[in-house]
Every structure is written in C-alpha cells, then in structure tokens.
C-alpha cells in the first residue's frame, strides 16, 4: 500500500533540484547578493550584528529556497523568545527602514520581470513570497517542508 510514497518523494526532491537550479542561474544568485550586503552592511556596526546573521541566513535560503520555507520560531518551537517578542518587533522596525524595503522592492521588481515569460511564473511567485519576508526576517527561522509537515502532524495527533 505503500509502494507509491518513496516514488513521490524522490520526483518532488527532483523537482526542487531542478528548480533550485533554475532559481540560481535565473535570479537567486542576485537576491542572495542583495542579502548578502545587507548582512555586511549590518556587520560592520556592532549594533548591527543581530541582523547580520539573519541577512547572511537568509542569503543562504535565497541560493537554494524550493523544498524550503521561512516560518516564524515561536509557531515551530510553540515558546517565545528575544526575537518573537516585543524586541523581534523593534528589530524588524529597524530592519524595514534600514533594509527590508530596497529588498522587498528588488523581489517585486524581478517577479514583475519573471511574469512576463510563462516559465518565470513560479519563479515570480517565489519572489513575491520572499518580498513579504524582506520587509521583516526576524523572528523568522528556515525549515525543510518535510519537517513542517512532521511537526503539524505530530501536534495534530497530539505529540504522536
């Protein structure tokens, strides 16, 4: 009965291995740059260093995102902590003025690039989800999909 599901999981492991690189070859490896940046620019203050490693992780996510996502901590880990609270709001604050909308506009300038060609249409989308994320990563953490998977089926089973 179970013959089929090793079968699903290899194709959409496949699949996001394509994608991935397409998405570098295509735009990622200008996104990530973009962070990348963000993360030295923030790095070379020392108040900026909180938000260096957040940008130099999410530059990460940019080189490789299908099969990934971003989700909040505190609903992944169900407790709260510096960055989920009211000082990740401060810091996504900063973040937004300092950063996050020169990203998030260089996200929505690609997807309008990408739509216009019918192949660019998931990459498009891709963009406009991580447009959202640019305006405020803090707080944030990067999962694989098969692991958020797990999780919301072991807290709708209650814990088993």
């Known amino acids: 009965m ?4 090793p079968d699903l999981v290899f194709i959409d492991t496949r699949m996001n291995f394509i994608l991935n690189v397409l998405w570098i070859v295509f735009v990622g490896l200008e996104m990530a740059i973009g962070w990348l ?4 620019l923030f790095a070379i203050s020392i108040v900026g260093l909180p938000w260096a490693r957040s940008a130099f992780n999410l530059a990460v996510f940019h080189l490789w995102p299908f099969g ?3 989700v909040d901590r505190e609903e992944l880990t169900g407790e709260g902590d ?3 609270g009211a000082l990740g709001f401060v810091g996504n604050v900063v973040w937004f003025l300092l950063a996050g909308w020169w990203l998030a506009l260089a996200h929505l300038f690609f997807a309008l690039l990408l739509m216009l060609t019918v192949i660019g249409i998931p990459f498009a989308w891709q963009h406009l989800k991580l ?3 640019a305006l405020a990563p803090v707080g944030k953490t990067v999962i694989d999909k098969e692991l958020r998977r797990g999780r919301l089926h072991l807290s709708a089973s209650g814990g088993r």
């Open 82 to 84: 510096l960055g989920t």
């Open 131 to 133: 447009a959202g994320m």
């Open 37 to 40: 940046v963000a993360a030295f």
């Open 2 to 5: 179970n013959s089929g599901a």
């Open 68 to 70: 990934r996502e971003i």
